[in-house]
Nanobody
Framework: QVQLVESGGGLVQNGGSLRLSCVAS????????MGWYRQAPGTEREFIAR???????NYAYAVKGRFTISIDNAKNTVYLQMNSLKPEDTAVYYC???????????WGQGTRVTVSS
């Protein structure tokens, strides 16, 4: 089992920045990659960014160039630096990890990000 706890959400103005954090605990040795998803009201949860233990990343087109994902393996923490935020970035952001033994996804409880126009 892996537990994920997010923090760092809040209210920010259009064009502002926020940094989200997600700390993993439990069977962390089984983690293959970690990432972020978001869900706005009335929409499906969408992929934002993912990073492997060795730092390989990929991003959704909507956030590429504005968001940066990073990982601190010593702290079992993944970060999402969000710059140039737009009102359409408003959503609940969820930390995700895919782990082995057994192979499955884990989710955090979510942290709300609101970007005012």
């Amino acid at each position: 089992q892996v537990q994920l706890v997010e923090s760092g959400g809040g209210l920010v103005q259009n064009g502002g920045s926020l940094r989200l954090s997600c700390v993993a605990s439990g069977d962390i040795f089984t983690i293959i990659h970690m990432g972020w998803y978001r869900q706005a009201p009335g929409t499906e949860r969408e992929f934002i960014a993912r990073i492997t233990r060795i730092g390989n990343t990929n991003y959704a087109y909507a956030v590429k160039g504005r968001f940066t994902i990073s990982i601190d393996n010593a702290k079992n923490t993944v970060y999402l630096q969000m710059n140039s935020l737009k009102p359409e970035d408003t959503a609940v952001y969820y930390c995700n990890t895919f782990a082995s033994l057994p192979a499955r996804d884990y989710w955090g409880q979510g942290t709300r990000v609101t970007v005012s126009s």
